[in-house]
């Protein structure tokens, strides 16, 4: 088993330009999660979403959109990059069936704005 | 909302020394979760131990062991026999507990960077 798996693990972007990272875990999880880490802060919570074709907000959405279409894959799109977006973006997937719920992270993607 | 503190943003010992990494939540829910990762070079988030908030007796895992003082709302890990391997940033979560299809999101602190010197 791969885990969670997260593509690319960097990217370097221009003010308003777009970009979509992808999540893939092979876990079978139901919930999945998109966090961003900015120096001197705990993980924020983006969206996450808790099956095939739901999403919803978490703490800082504004700037971001994300689908999921396959419950194995969640997408996270910047459709105007921002240098306020510069961050390491951590995807996570957790299972409904643990009372628990311990979220499994990717190795991160870090992203700079330029 | 519930908020997670960690106090100590850098802390370093010597290898072998026993170190404690103090953490302080706010939250007035009775049923919950808490947690400790670490996070080293690499940037993968490692779950260390969690405990439940029910449960009286502290979690331990190994080296690592907790003190849980739900009244003071307090959650400090201590690792001891500390190795280099252990040299990471540390964070403490709170989780709410599992209630019908919520949101399961961890709210979490600040980090503490931990440097274990040979």
Known sequence: NAGVTQTPKFRVLKTGQSMTLLCAQDMNHEYMYWYRQDPGMGLRLIHYSVGEGTTAKGEVPDGYNVSRLKKQNFLLGLESAAPSQTSVYFCASSSWWQSYNEQFFGPGTRLTVL | ?118
């Not at chain 2, 010992?13 to 080293?40: G, H, I, R």
């Open chain 2, 1 to 118: 909302a519930q908020t997670v503190t960690q106090s100590q943003p850098e802390m370093s010992v010597q290898e072998a020394e026993t170190v404690t990494l103090s953490c302080t939540y706010d939250t007035s829910e009775n049923n919950y979760y808490l947690f400790w990762y670490k996070q080293p070079p690499s940037r993968q988030m490692i779950l260390v131990i969690r405990q439940e908030a029910y449960k009286q007796q502290n979690a331990t895992e190994n080296r690592f062991s907790v003190n849980f003082q739900k009244a003071a709302k307090s959650f400090s890990l201590k690792i001891s026999d500390s190795q280099l391997g252990d040299t990471a940033m540390y964070f403490c979560a709170f989780m709410k507990h599992k209630d019908g299809d919520s949101n399961y999101q961890l709210i979490w602190g600040a980090g503490t960077k931990l440097i274990i010197k040979p």
